[in-house]
């Protein structure tokens, strides 16, 4: 059984006084950026100018190109998009990165392949929310049961606190609340990410739903019936899987209570 880490086994001190920069303010990091600001965490966003800049400082971000913000942080959150994540790390994060630094990333795709390469003298840390950024954002302001789980990963500890830090960055995103953090590895975030994503979430997934939607349609039934019986009530029934868990006493539901992700 994997292991699952929840707030008690986090220390959000361990960040206290530490700078934290968030490298990149689109949906995922716009919410991890919120939501650390709200946990008392010191926060400052690395991005390029334009509409994602402004966007950051008017909500009250101090706001740095993603050289200098590597510069200022302790921390650095790597929530730029994945296929630009190399080169930036060569021109911008790389050459501004000190001893002792600890550099977080939310999917395991870069380090997996080797695409980045980072120094042996930082902490290289995995925090992956299993919810898109919308989700990360509004669950945790719902406070209290509020939070999406998480997998965390250590891919290099130079200061022997890589993991407390992960948990505590973890805590401060409220991802240790309900379903908690599991323990894991880079190549199997990403290899099971990729998987769930290309097979599953927009692969199988969606062709199962157009085709039941069409064969009913090309049975002669009527497209708003249709709708409703292929799509909508699967919307339905996830989100009971989400919300209840094994209370839905199917198998799936059952083995996601035994893994203990729902209360």
């Not at 606190?161 to 995103?173: D, F, P, R, S």
């Amino acid at each position: 059984m994997a292991r699952i880490y929840k707030d008690k086994d986090a220390d959000q001190s361990v960040i206290k006084g530490k700078v934290v920069a968030v490298l990149g303010y689109g949906i995922q990091g716009r919410a991890w950026a919120l939501n650390m600001r709200d946990s008392g965490v010191k926060v400052i966003i690395g991005v390029r100018p334009g509409k994602s800049f402004d966007l950051a400082r008017q909500e009250g971000f101090e706001v740095y190109p993603v050289g200098d913000a590597v510069k200022k942080a302790d921390v650095i959150a790597m929530l730029l998009p994945d296929m630009v994540q190399p080169s930036v790390w060569e021109s911008e994060i790389a050459p501004n990165l000190r001893r002792g630094m600890t550099v977080v990333f939310a999917h395991g795709f870069n380090i997996r392949f080797g695409l980045i390469k980072p120094p042996s003298d930082v902490d290289v840390v995995l925090i992956a929310p299993k919810a898109p950024g919308k989700a990360v954002r509004d669950e945790f302001v719902r406070g209290g049961w509020g939070g999406v789980p998480a997998l965390v990963a250590v891919h290099q500890d130079f200061t022997g606190n890589a993991l407390k830090t992960a948990l505590a960055i973890a805590k401060a995103n409220g991802f240790t609340r309900v379903g908690g953090v599991i323990e894991t590895t880079f190549a199997e975030e990403t290899e099971t990410d990729l998987i769930g994503e290309q097979n599953v979430l927009v692969g199988g997934l969606l062709q199962l739903l157009r085709y039941g939607f069409e064969v009913m349609v090309e049975l002669g039934y009527q497209p708003e019936v249709a709708y409703f019986e292929a799509i909508n009530e699967a919307k339905l029934i996830m989100d009971l899987i989400w919300e209840r868990g094994g209370s839905l006493g199917c198998s799936l539901g059952g083995s996601v209570r035994r893994l203990g992700m729902v209360a």
